[in-house]
């Protein structure tokens, strides 16, 4: 899939089917964890940033259009967020946003990589911010698809994937059994959201995701953006339910709670981000 980051003239790039996505930059860190490369930067232009296995994971100044996508269209239409469940998410930057919303009690985040988190701490503060040290976050180092596995039934209002792309930690994040777990854990009304990769740059994998997720909950859509530093810059992410499409209708007092501390999301943006599915993609999940 890719090449590890080399830093090239003071380029960093992610080496994707042929076509190289770089900032300009310098490397702070370049580290093999227990499971992965980990890769933190200086750009010019979005700030620290951090590469996994030499692919792009996010960026101070570029963050939110990825966090605020995954995240509001669950939070806003879950019937209750009291517990929420992040699998991944290891730079603090969903459960952020995700702790912006007043009803939730209690935020577990599982992720893999103890490394991913100190780095992020340390060199990318401003994306966690608060919510490492806020009560209702507890912070465990696992395996999210142990996990999701080991929970009761019922145990969550929202689960929210936030991995990388399927290729080693994060593969079987993508898979029917991990999928099933998780609507498992969902209680009556409960959300759930993940990224789904680019409709260009990883058309398969997208096409496939959504699809699996229609059929392990019974409602599944894509939801359309861009993260301009990832492969072709467009991205997806898809929410799940099993009582019907909740997500694609926020509840307006939570909707407007967070509005105005938001770049991107908003409910305007959010139907339209919805409905700009690609034609081919539409007849393809159609087929
Ligand atoms: N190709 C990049 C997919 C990355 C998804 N996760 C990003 C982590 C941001 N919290």
């Known amino acids: 899939m890719t090449e590890p980051s080399p830093a090239d003239e003071g380029w960093i790039d992610e080496h994707h089917q042929g076509v190289r996505y770089g900032l300009a930059g310098q490397v702070l860190v370049d580290e093999q964890s227990a499971f992965q490369r980990i890769t933190v930067i200086d750009s010019e232009r979005y700030g620290k940033g951090l590469l996994l296995d030499g692919c792009w994971m996010t960026a101070e100044r570029q963050e ?142 997208h096409i496939a995701t959504v699809l699996l997720l229609q059929e392990v909950f019974g409602h599944a859509d894509p939801l359309y953006g861009w993260v301009p530093m990832y492969p072709s810059g467009w991205w997806s992410w898809t929410f799940a339910a099993i009582d019907g499409p909740r997500y694609k209708k926020p509840d307006p007092q939570r909707a407007a709670a967070i509005a105005a501390g938001c770049e991107i999301w908003s409910t305007r943006w959010q139907s339209g981000a919805f409905e700009a599915m690609p034609a081919s993609i539409e007849r393809e999940l159609q087929t």
């Open 64 to 205: 939110r259009h990825y966090h605020e996508s995954l995240v509001h269209p669950a939070l806003c239409s879950a019937e209750a967020i009291e517990r929420i469940l992040v699998i991944g998410g290891g730079d603090g930057g969903t459960a952020r946003e995700c702790l912006r919303h007043a009803g939730v009690r209690h935020l577990d985040m599982v992720e893999i990589d103890g490394r991913v988190v100190e780095l992020s701490q340390k060199h990318l503060a401003s994306l966690g911010a608060g919510c490492w040290n806020d009560p209702r976050f507890r912070l465990t180092v696992g395996d999210g698809i142990a996990w999701a596995a080991g929970c009761d039934d019922a145990s969550y209002d929202v689960v929210i994937v936030d991995g990388s792309d399927p290729a080693g930690p994060a593969e079987g994040l993508f898979n029917r059994s991990f999928f099933e777990h998780c609507r498992r854990i969902l209680r009556p009304g409960g959300v759930f959201a993940t990224q789904s990769e680019s409709p260009e740059a990883f058309r398969e994998v």
